[in-house]
């Protein structure tokens, strides 16, 4: 007389590596102590930081700084953009660490990065003027099969909260108009060229207040203007912010 033996499967919890490659351009990049040490300086810091407050707080020589910055940068691992805090004249790059985010649908991108890379051949080195008025004519586009809101700024927060920048409008102190961008979709493409794609994003705004019947704005994008937010500082008549 013989056992019967019964074969089961055996389920055990998933405690090993996930298999997933490692992002070479990344270890590599934080391979020396000095970049690892100017990625933690730059989570701590809400508001990123430039160039000269990372020699200061580092000890290393600026033009050392920046090579590892821009390493940094390559790697995805920091974007950088220009922030005047509102302060005339060519401002200093800021670093930030870059967010967890859900970037524009592939096809977008593509074609933002296509439309980049063609400005910064034929403009002459004016890509941001040249990327504003692209970005004009596509926020016209995109508020004209937008549903038209109350207000002219609201067509250009739901266009910009199509294209997956969580914006949210505020009031200040002195009576202005901002619209905060918590999140940048288009990310991975600020990097490549920071002023082209600040342009096209400002342009769009541009545009979509005209399309609602606002008047021209000089709407300007001021990255990291906020702490946890890119900003667009509005000039307009009580009117284009008011129910219509």
């Given amino acids: ?135 004009h004519d596509w926020g016209r586009h995109l508020a004209a099969a937008t549903p038209p809101g109350e207000k002219p700024v609201d067509t250009a927060i739901a266009v910009l909260r199509g294209l997956g920048f969580d914006p949210d409008l505020k009031q200040t102190v002195d009576g202005h108009t901002e619209i905060h961008l918590h999140t940048c979709p288009f990310l991975e493409l600020v990097s490549q060229n920071p002023d082209a794609i600040c342009g096209l994003h400002v342009g769009v705004v541009r545009g979509a207040l005209e399309q609602a019947g606002a008047p021209a704005s000089d709407a300007v994008l001021e990255p990291f203007g906020a702490p946890t937010a890119c900003v667009v500082r509005l000039s307009l008549p009580t009117d284009a912010t008011q129910p219509v």
Avoid at 38 to 62: D, F, N, Y
Avoid at 75 to 104: D, F, M, N
């Fill in 1 to 135: 007389m013989f056992d019967v033996v019964t074969l089961s499967s055996v389920t055990t919890a998933n405690i090993g590596p996930t298999g997933q490659a490692i992002d070479t351009t990344r270890h590599r990049a934080l391979g020396t102590v000095s970049r690892a040490s100017i990625l933690e300086l730059t989570r701590a810091a809400e508001g990123g930081l430039t160039i000269a407050e990372i020699s200061a707080r580092t000890g290393l020589h600026p033009s050392t700084a920046r090579s590892h910055l821009d390493r940094l940068v390559n790697a995805g691992l920091l974007v950088k953009a220009r922030a005047s805090g509102g302060q005339p004249g060519r401002p200093a790059w800021r670093y930030r660490t870059v967010p967890e985010e859900a970037p524009a649908p592939a096809p977008y991108r593509a074609l933002t990065a296509a439309l980049l890379d063609h400005l910064s051949r034929q403009s002459r080195g004016d890509a941001r003027a040249e990327a504003a008025r692209a970005g």
